[in-house]
Nanobody, 121 residues
Framework: QVQLVESGGGLVQAGGSLRLSCAASGSIFSINAMGWYRQAPGKQRELVAT???????NYADSVKGRFTIVRDNAKNTVYLQMIGLKPEDTAVYYC???????????????WGQGTQVTVSS
């Protein structure tokens, strides 16, 4: 079992910055990916950014150039550095982990509880 705990959300004015953190614990296989998804009221959950255990990253077009995802493998922690925040970024941000336990084809998926990010105009 894997547990994910997010922190760092809050209220910020447009143009401001926040850093989200997600700490993973439990039995995490070495082949894995962590990332952030977000969901605004009335909208479906969408990918924000992901990073693999090998360091490969993927970003949504809407956040490229503004958000940066990094991970500390020693701490099993992933960070999302957000700058130039816009009101459109307002959402609950969820940490995600996928790992290919025992090198299986299909990954197991885990979600954090979510942290609220609110960007005011």
């Amino acid at each position: 079992q894997v547990q994910l705990v997010e922190s760092g959300g809050g209220l910020v004015q447009a143009g401001g910055s926040l850093r989200l953190s997600c700490a993973a614990s439990g039995s995490i296989f070495s082949i894995n990916a962590m990332g952030w998804y977000r969901q605004a009221p009335g909208k479906q959950r969408e990918l924000v950014a992901t990073i693999t255990s090998g360091g490969s990253t993927n970003y949504a077009d809407s956040v490229k150039g503004r958000f940066t995802i990094v991970r500390d493998n020693a701490k099993n922690t992933v960070y999302l550095q957000m700058i130039g925040l816009k009101p459109e970024d307002t959402a609950v941000y969820y940490c995600n982990l996928r790992h290919w336990y025992n090198s299986k084809i299909d990954p197991e998926t885990y979600w954090g509880q979510g942290t609220q990010v609110t960007v005011s105009s």
